[in-house]
């Protein structure tokens, strides 16, 4: 019996060390700083570079920056609960850019990252000043 358990010692040791000194890469999505839980429309948005945010489904999170870009995220995987909560937190990078976001943090400390950042054309282009269109001139 002793020398069984010697020898499971044996080889069960040198393995729990190996595995103990490997270098494990973090999980994406989780090396960023994490911003407060914070509501669509917010002022402290504002300080990550966001006015406000929707998500019309668990796999997508629509973001409006402070320049008025729109930006589509897509997650890994569904982030069960996304579409139903008030206030998120954001994996940011420092500074904050919006297109380098690594994902978001729910309420319950679920963390979901995304797979890309897109920013979406509008199709809307400012006009100049004091210029007007032409469905707004008088004939």
Request: aromatic content about 6%.
């Amino acid at each position: 019996m002793k020398t069984r358990t010697l020898w499971t010692l044996g080889w069960l040791a040198p393995a729990v060390l190996v595995a103990c000194a490997t270098n494990h890469p973090k999980a994406a999505g989780t090396a960023g700083k994490v911003t407060p839980q914070m509501r669509s429309g917010s002022n402290e948005l504002r300080i990550y570079q966001l006015l406000e945010w929707i998500a019309p489904d668990d796999r997508t999170l629509i973001v409006n920056g402070v320049d008025r870009s729109l930006y589509r995220a897509s997650f890994k995987g569904q982030c069960t609960g996304l579409r139903l909560v008030d206030t998120i937190a954001f994996i940011v990078q420092t500074p904050p850019q919006v297109d380098k976001y690594e994902g978001v943090v729910l309420p319950d400390g679920t963390r979901c990252a995304f797979t890309s950042i897109t920013r979406l054309e509008t199709g809307i282009a400012p006009s100049a000043p004091g210029k007007s269109s032409p469905a707004t001139e008088n004939p």
